[in-house]
């Protein structure tokens, strides 16, 4: 069993930041939990979704790259109208984690859609970045996960297992290439067979995997999920239903790749002429509330962000069993929906983390129970300002 290292940000500075200009933010106490209070639009989240600039991907709002540089106003004209130029943008961070104290450094350095890494000062890919410092988020977008577009549930579940496999987000992203260019030639009505055969063996061979990995995380986090974190929250079950999902559950991979196989070669005739085709592009879950035995869907808000927590807190736990790290945790809006038993009981299971979480809330009276146990921030106009406590 290893000791958890704690891990947590030290040093964050932003610039050309969404609402910041330049925001530089030194935290005294390293590990501690950040509480970000203030109003609407106040740049709370703004600062949360920065954090989420030192893991992999496309951050915790999931945009391109270009909106996340500072709009202003620039002072110059083009045949008499005042154009709003995005700037280029730029997070830097320094790091506690396992290895040691790491500098991070990220953002945009033109045009491109790309984002660059630095670590330690040296050029990195933005993968590096998973093997320093993993990241956990739950957003208000998030709230009605259970209720709405299955994309949304899938990058979810993507995310869940990404955090675990390294690997996972390049084979979804082969998949899905694979996928497109099998469609457009099939929609196109180009039944290039050699073609055809090549992109169905990169579909196979990723979109198992991707399935596969889908299956065993979940079996992973089922263990703490069962057990569950505290009795204020509920026991989550997570159920897969996607068509290799399902099938992976009673077959070995093999097995399960000649199926997909033999499907996508089936299948070409029909959605050349419209029809669908299940696969890992498709996949979907259900979460079930074991005490209530009642599917996530039909529960209340506040139940669904309970049952969302518990599969997060499961997901944490799973993380600091296997790794002995803790991954770091951006809660927005963590209050909204939960009542302030599930409140309170989250924040003194938050407290006892090994690792920093940052929360955001519009009113600092429902993080009271943290006082003297967090670093509480009045967020104004994109500025931060330390509340003693
Ligand atoms: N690219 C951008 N450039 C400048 N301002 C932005 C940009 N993106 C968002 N904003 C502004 O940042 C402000 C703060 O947003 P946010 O952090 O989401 O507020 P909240 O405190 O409610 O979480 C909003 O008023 C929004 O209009
Ligand atoms: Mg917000």
């Known amino acids: 069993m290893f000791s958890p290292v704690k891990t947590g940000v030290t040093h964050l500075r932003l610039n050309h930041f969404r609402s910041y ?25 703004n600062v949360l979704e920065a954090v989420s600039f030192l893991a992999p991907g496309r951050g915790l709002r999931s945009v391109r790259m270009a909106d996340v540089a500072r709009r202003c106003e620039m002072d110059r004209t083009l045949g008499g ?33 790309r984002r660059q890494v630095k670590i330690d000062g040296k050029n990195a890919r933005q993968a590096d970045l998973g093997a320093v410092l993993r990241c956990l988020w739950l957003t208000p977008a998030q709230d009605k996960l259970f209720c709405g577009d299955p994309m949304a549930r899938r990058r979810f579940l993507d995310r869940l297992v990404g955090a675990f496999d390294p690997n996972h987000a390049d084979r979804l992203t082969e998949y899905n290439n694979a996928f497109r260019q099998w469609s457009c030639l099939l929609r196109d009505g180009r039944f290039d067979a050699a073609w055809l055969d090549a992109l169905e063996t990169q579909m196979v061979m990723n979109g198992v995997a991707v399935s596969a990995s889908r299956t065993d995380v979940v079996a992973r986090i089922s263990d703490n999920l069962r057990r569950g974190t505290d009795k204020a929250f509920p026991t989550a079950e997570i159920i897969l239903t996607g068509a290799l ?40 879950f259900q979460v079930m509330h074991r005490q209530k035995d009642m599917d996530a869907s039909l529960c209340s808000t506040g139940e669904q962000k309970a049952l969302l927590l518990s599969v997060i807190l499961a997901e944490m736990k799973t993380m600091t069993d296997e790794q002995g790290v803790c991954p770091l945790l951006l809660l927005d809006e963590v209050a909204a929906h939960l009542d302030v038993h599930r409140r309170n009981a989250l924040f003194d299971i938050l407290a006892q983390q090994p690792t920093q979480v940052w929360m955001s809330g519009t009113d600092a009276e429902s993080f009271a129970h943290l006082a003297g146990r967090a670093a509480f921030y009045d967020v104004a106009d994109s500025t931060l300002e330390r509340k003693v406590a």
């Open 21 to 45: 200009a330049f925001m530089d933010l030194a935290l005294e106490t390293t590990f501690e939990p950040v509480v970000l209070t203030g109003r609407n639009g106040a740049g709370k989240t």
């Open 245 to 284: 999902e399902k099938a992976l559950a009673a077959q070995p991979a093999t097995a399960v790749e000649d199926m997909f196989c033999a499907q996508l070669k089936h299948a070409r005739k029909s959605y050349a002429e419209g029809g669908s085709l299940a696969g890992p592009h498709t996949a979907d």
């Open 81 to 113: 109208n005042v154009l709003t130029l995005p700037v280029r943008w730029s997070v830097s961070a320094h790091v506690r984690t396992a290895a040691g104290a790491v500098q991070i450094g990220t953002g945009t350095t033109g045009d491109s859609d």
